[in-house]
């Protein structure tokens, strides 16, 4: 059963008399569990919808609508599935107290692993589980493998039961299933020669395994520094070469280069980063891959379009890691539009300054920082440091940000989207 939390007006649903609060229990007579059985069941023209609602009265429907027309109701999110590991690196180890109570929960999810590219490790499907993605074809999924060998993945994962997932993995290609993949890279732990055998084996897929990034695993003032560090320079190095030897074979065989590292792989082993034709096409900016490259190839795209902000003193809040790259891409935004775009940094107060990224940056550190500013006309937020609610992680609404400061902020995900338009009167 899956509750409905709003509906649409004049929708089907609401000429059904569907409402909040109404619950879907099923369609042609197979229960619902999520959203995924609501979407790939009533994907047909004619369906049997039983529903009940709020006051308990149950009704059948028998609905016929033309293909690809929406029900027009939105539904109550899913329960998260739990992660079942205990990484010595996992990010919530690594959170200070007192934070939202969400923000605590490890999550390890296959749904949203195929909705949103959230990265899953598969250690906690049941066989439920397993049918519903080869049913529903939920390709392509994004896969934490870290380590094809079973031994090394169990230990990084600290899951002694965790899957082999190799054949986890060729199971579901069987079925047309297609991953994305990642390796958080655990210096001494699955870098040189267990890295390699990881790439060979994942390109061993062939075209199952779209794309595999190598991530240098990142920790916090929290993490377990007893269990885990971050990489060298060197290992960085060593990463980036294991990563770019492969480049000429998969092009010649797969016309993509198929691995890539991570900016910040490039960022700590200090070398410069690829052109944006490496990123072939981006499948895996959100993951902190190209996302350089991705922004001037936007700004470049939607140049025409910025104009309007001559002689105008624009700030942009970055974490730490970024601010160091972040001069090519001010450089071409600056050129477009007039403006003179002038870098805020902000150090990450709550996980302590090793904790480089904007995502993650404390609403109370940016207006700490921007509080400092004087002259800006605008300050851009990274679209990323505030959840779905609009806060960020230490619970700091944008309003409650905007509120205390003398000067307008946008969050943005590529600048284009936050310059097209012009100052509030
Ligand atoms: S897979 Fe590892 S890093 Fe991810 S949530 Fe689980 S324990 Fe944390």
Redesign the pocket.
């Known amino acids: 059963m899956i509750k409905v939390t709003a509906v649409e007006p004049d929708s089907i649903a609401e000429e059904l008399g569907l409402k909040a609060g109404t619950e879907l229990v099923s369609v042609n007579g197979r229960e619902l569990e999520d959203f995924l059985d609501w979407e790939f069941l009533t994907a047909e023209e004619e369906i049997r919808l039983h529903v009940r609602q709020p006051d308990g009265e149950e009704i059948e429907f028998e609905i016929e609508r033309p293909l690809g027309e929406p029900m027009g109701l939105a539904l109550e999110p899913p329960r998260i599935r739990r992660?079942?590991?205990?990484?010595d690196?996992?990010?919530?180890?690594g959170l200070p107290e007192g934070l939202r109570d969400v923000l605590y929960i490890?999550?390890?999810d296959y749904r949203l692993s195929f909705r949103y590219g959230n990265f899953a490790?598969l250690?906690n499907l049941k066989r439920r589980d397993i049918e519903r993605i080869i049913e529903y074809r939920l390709s392509p999924l994004y896969v934490?493998v870290h380590a094809t060998d079973p031994g090394v993945r169990r230990y990084l994962?600290?899951n002694p039961t965790a899957p082999d997932i190799i054949p986890q993995l060729s199971g579901f290609a069987d079925h047309g299933i297609r991953f994305h993949t990642q390796v958080v890279m655990s210096p001494g732990v699955n870098d040189g020669a267990v890295l390699r055998q990881t790439l060979d084996d994942l390109w061993a897929f062939g075209p199952a395994v779209l794309s595999c990034s190598v991530v240098p695993v990142g920790l916090t003032e929290f993490s377990k520094h007893h269990l885990c560090r971050e990489p060298t320079t060197e290992e960085c190095v060593a990463a980036v070469l294991e990563v770019e030897s492969r480049w000429p074979a998969a092009l010649a065989q797969r016309e993509a280069h198929w691995v890539y590292g991570a900016d910040e792989l490039y960022l700590r082993a200090g070398l410069a980063l690829p052109e944006a034709g490496v990123y072939d096409g981006f499948e895996q900016v959100e993951n902190g891959v190209g996302s350089v490259r991705w922004l001037q190839q936007r700004i470049a795209t939607e140049a025409a379009s910025l104009g309007g902000w001559r002689g105008q003193r624009i700030g942009v809040v970055t974490g730490t890691a970024m601010a160091a790259l972040m001069p090519q891409v001010l450089e071409p935004l600056a050129r477009a539009t007039g403006a003179a775009f002038e870098l805020v940094p902000v150090v990450n107060t709550l996980f302590g300054p090793s904790v480089t990224t904007a995502g993650l940056l404390p609403g109370g550190a940016i207006r700490e920082a921007l509080t400092a500013q004087t002259g800006l006309a605008l300050a851009l937020l990274p679209g990323e440091c505030v959840n779905d609610d609009g806060r960020f992680i230490d619970n700091l609404s944008i309003e409650g940000l905007a509120a205390g400061l003398p000067l307008e902020i946008r969050l943005s995900k590529d600048f284009a989207d936050a310059l097209a338009f012009p100052l509030a009167a």
């Open positions: 992660c079942a590991n205990r990484c690196f996992c990010f919530v180890d490890r999550d390890d490790t250690t934490s994962l600290r």
